[in-house]
């Protein structure tokens, strides 16, 4: 259990951060700025190469952020939403979200297609372990992930493809600055395939 040894003051406070964490990450405002980096980022750097791209937004709320917040920015055939539902959401949200196995299966080979207009995924969770498609080169991280969780999210983007030296990970969350321990070794072995841009996205420029 996380908060195991903590007294109840202490659980106080790192409930009132993680709070504050989700109300800054699921921001209307925050996350249309960083939509406007991300196509930029994404035409300019990944496009013209041939690649694709994956944002993994802080959690389900924010996925459907993340979707509203593109479709105003991109064709609607070039991103798509991977994520799971549940019993307990409205229909609209099922008719919005849910995919059958081979509604999925379809969709990720479009997405694993170069010739196909589908170039950007939005997930929260699914696709972080075990997705292989090597033509995913950038990863937009918007979700605190720790330990092995970060080492398998970040391993998305390093399978080999034609003309792809490396992967790319953009980190809004600063959870890079934690990477060594993730991947046993020095991050300056990784430091060309990470693009950390905590300077130029801050709390105080966002809210």
Excluded at 21 to 27: N, W
Excluded at 126 to 134: I, Q, T, V
């Amino acid at each position: 259990q996380i908060t195991s040894g903590l007294t109840n003051a202490d659980e106080h406070i790192l409930s009132e951060k993680a709070g504050k964490l989700k109300e800054f990450l699921s921001s209307d405002d925050t996350i249309d700025k960083k939509s406007d980096d991300i196509i930029k980022h994404y035409r300019e750097n990944v496009e013209p190469n041939g690649f694709k791209a994956m944002i993994v937004a802080y959690d389900r709320n924010c996925v459907d952020k993340y979707k509203k917040a593109l479709a105003k920015r991109m064709d609607s055939g070039e991103f798509a939403v991977v994520m799971s539902t549940s019993h307990s959401d409205s229909q609209e949200w099922k008719d919005d979200y849910s995919l059958t196995r081979d509604e999925q299966s379809e969709l990720l080979k479009k997405f694993t297609n170069p010739n196909n207009p589908l170039k950007i995924l939005i997930v929260t969770s699914k696709l972080l372990r075990g997705f292989d498609a090597s033509i995913l080169q950038t990863m937009y991280l918007d979700k605190p992930l720790k330990n092995q969780a970060l080492l398998q999210a970040v391993c998305r983007t390093n399978r080999l493809y034609p003309n792809k030296t490396n992967g790319i990970i953009v980190d809004y969350v600063g959870v890079l600055d934690q990477i060594g321990k993730a991947l046993a070794y020095d991050l300056g072995n990784v430091s060309k395939t990470i693009v950390n841009i905590t300077s130029k996205f801050t709390i105080k420029d966002m809210l």
